[in-house]
């Protein structure tokens, strides 16, 4: 039986609909696959683009580390996930990362099961700026031991979390929500000799969550160098 015109008219509004998607579909994976490409960094949620308070979701996202690898937050769900910001030329994080502090405390948090991703927000043109080669040799010269060090040149992470600092640590958990947000101790201080006398935020909340308790400390002022974002 010939159609209708109704019948004709509802087949072609199907068609069209379904090729709309498809095309955003591809759209949307093209624009990863550039955000990859070119090293940067690609916000996976468009709605999640105020920073998150605690006990908000986490915004998802994808990034390059310093080898080429990609890596996407929504990849690591059911862990809890650690972000630290951080910038090798800013004395703060020299004082962690010298010290041993910043890599004794990833080597506890990995040894947990936490994915621990350092995160690298300055600009190309800050005088500050690694390319990820330089950014990773400065890591390992530091027995540093994250799970991956990402490239955010863009600031698209960073802005997302509302990063203000080096270092500024967030602790994701495993349903995607964020559970920490701020400094890595307590003492805002670029003085290695103040770092035994602080209360290490981050291994205290690691060390409650994992004994299946709240954490005591949850929202803390991150204390560093400001971030370099593009401008």
Not at 8 to 27: G, K, Q, V
Not at 113 to 127: D, K, Y
Not at 185 to 212: C, F, H, M, P
């Amino acid at each position: 039986m010939p159609s209708t015109p109704s019948e004709s008219s509802s087949r072609s509004y199907r068609a069209a609909r379904n090729a709309r998607a498809a095309l955003s579909r591809a759209s949307r994976r093209a624009m990863m696959a550039a955000a990859v490409a070119l090293g940067a960094t690609f916000l996976m949620n468009a709605d999640a683009m105020a920073a998150p308070a605690v006990g908000q979701k986490a915004p998802d996202f994808v990034a390059v580390d310093t080898s080429g690898k990609q890596h996407r937050l929504s990849d690591f769900a059911g862990k809890f996930v650690v972000l630290e910001w951080t910038n090798p030329g800013c004395p703060f994080v020299r004082k962690h990362y010298e010290s041993g502090n910043m890599p004794a405390t990833q080597k506890s948090a990995t040894s947990q099961g936490t994915v621990w991703l350092s995160v690298n927000s300055t600009e190309r043109g800050s005088v500050d700026y690694l390319k990820p080669t330089a950014l990773d040799g400065w890591m390992k010269d530091h027995s540093a031991a994250p799970t991956a060090v990402l490239m955010d040149e863009d600031g698209v992470i960073g802005q997302a979390y509302g990063a203000r600092t080096t270092p500024h640590v967030f602790i994701i958990d495993p349903r995607g929500v964020l559970v920490y947000a701020g400094g890595i101790d307590s003492i805002a201080s670029s003085r290695v000799s103040d770092i035994k006398t602080a209360t290490n935020y981050v291994n205290q909340a690691l060390a409650e969550v994992y004994a299946g308790k709240a954490i005591s400390a949850s929202a803390t002022r991150a204390y560093g160098c400001s971030v370099k974002y593009k401008t």
